[in-house]
Structures are given as C-alpha cells and as structure tokens.
C-alpha cells in the first residue's frame, strides 16, 4: 500500500470546518483513498472512501485532487464529539489489509 | 442494521495463562472477519482474516490463532500469553463485494 503522509495534530473550534490534509503522492491508480477515525479507547470508525472524485456522506466530505497526490476531509460543522484521531489510508480495493499510521490528533475546541 | 460485537472489554491474564476473545457479527451473511492488534501509541497490525467458515490466513507468526466455527464468529485464541500479547485488539468485518471495515469496540488485554 502506497505510504501517507499527514500532519500529527490539528485544532478546529467548534461550528467550524475541519479540513483535514492527507498527501499519497506514490498512489496507484488502483488504489482508494479511505479515513477513519478512532476515538479514545474505541475501535476505527469508517468515514469515507473514494477513487478520484469527490465524495459526500452524512459524515463528511472528501476532497480528491486531480492528479490524486493528495486529499483533504472536510467535516463541515465540528462538534466536540469530533475529536479523535483521523486515519489517512490509502489500498487497493481488493486488499484485505488496513495500514494505519499515526494519524491526525484532530482536537476541536469549545 | 448491522452489528459487531467483542468481549470481554477488558481482560487482565497472567503471562502463561491461555486466551479466547471472541466476535460476532450480527445482521448480515458471509462477511469477511479480521482480527488487528494495536499497541499503545501504535497503527494497527493485521493479524488474521478470514473469507468464510474455517478459513484462516495469517498475516504474521506469533503464538497466537484464530477460528471461525460460525459464520459469524470469529475467535483469537492463545495457548500461553506473553508479556507482549497485551494490546488492544479490534475485530472487524467487511462484506464480500464491498471493502469498507467496520469495528467492532476492542478488547483491552494486560498481560501481567
């Protein structure tokens, strides 16, 4: 699976919009972008996943870049209950395994 | 909807002492099932998947295995515990034509 890169911590206040960075600049063409999040002491939460176009859930939004080196999360309204940390992973759909790195340490301030 | 579900939550064993963790998946049919490990401070490590009913694939040697009696039943087991057994294990499920993993909550084991 091709490496990412993310920023270690963010802080977003409440109400706010979140954008999340990721960078996967060895990315193949096979390969989708997935986030996750995990808070505290809790099992990964899916949030979403694309290949080259941007996607929309309940959730969030994925912002995919054209030449799909890099991507941001946007989750539009941030709530205290946001804070988690934040996976950037990227894999072939057929690949059973998820590499999780380290993460953002998203923190969203009241 | 569909549900995952692990336990013990927490679990303190003695180094030696043997281990089941156990996972079962609700409301849906022939999901693929994995186990992950994830150390303190650490990603998550893949241990074992699973594509159906006693089928195992092992993704790194350790003394640790798993089963699959049911089809939605997913069991990590342990014949003797080491200290570096303890860990925060994840059992998750995805389905066969989608690639999405859900989690279930973890067990949290302290190997003394």
């Known amino acids: 699976d091709a490496k990412t890169t993310q920023p270690t911590s963010m802080d977003c206040a409440e109400g706010r919009a979140a954008n999340l960075p990721c960078n996967h600049s060895?990315?193949?063409?096979?390969?989708?972008v997935y986030w996750y999040r995990q808070i505290h002491s809790q099992g990964p939460q899916y949030i979403i996943h694309?290949?080259?176009n941007n996607e929309t859930n309940e959730m969030a939004s994925l912002i995919i870049t054209e030449d799909r080196k890099s991507s941001t999360l946007i989750l539009p309204h941030a709530t205290l209950r946001d804070t988690a940390v934040y996976y950037c992973i990227v894999r072939a759909q057929e690949a059973n395994n998820l590499f999780f790195g380290t993460g953002t340490r998203l923190t969203v301030i009241p | 909807s569909q549900t995952i579900h692990q336990w013990p939550a927490t679990l303190v064993q003695p180094v030696g002492s043997p281990l089941s963790l156990e996972c079962t998946v609700e409301g849906t049919s022939n999901p693929n099932l994995y186990w992950y490990r994830q150390a303190a401070g650490r990603g998550l490590q893949l241990l074992f998947y699973s594509v159906g009913i006693g089928q195992i694939s092992s993704e790194v040697p350790q003394n640790l295995s798993a089963s699959r009696p049911q089809d939605r039943q997913f069991i990590l087991s342990s014949k003797k515990l080491l200290l570096s057994d303890s860990g925060f294990y994840l059992c998750a499920w995805s389905k066969g034509d989608t690639y999405e993993q859900y989690f279930g909550p973890g067990t949290r084991l302290t190997v003394t």
């Open positions: 060895t990315i193949s063409g096979n390969e989708y």
């Open positions: 694309g290949l080259k």
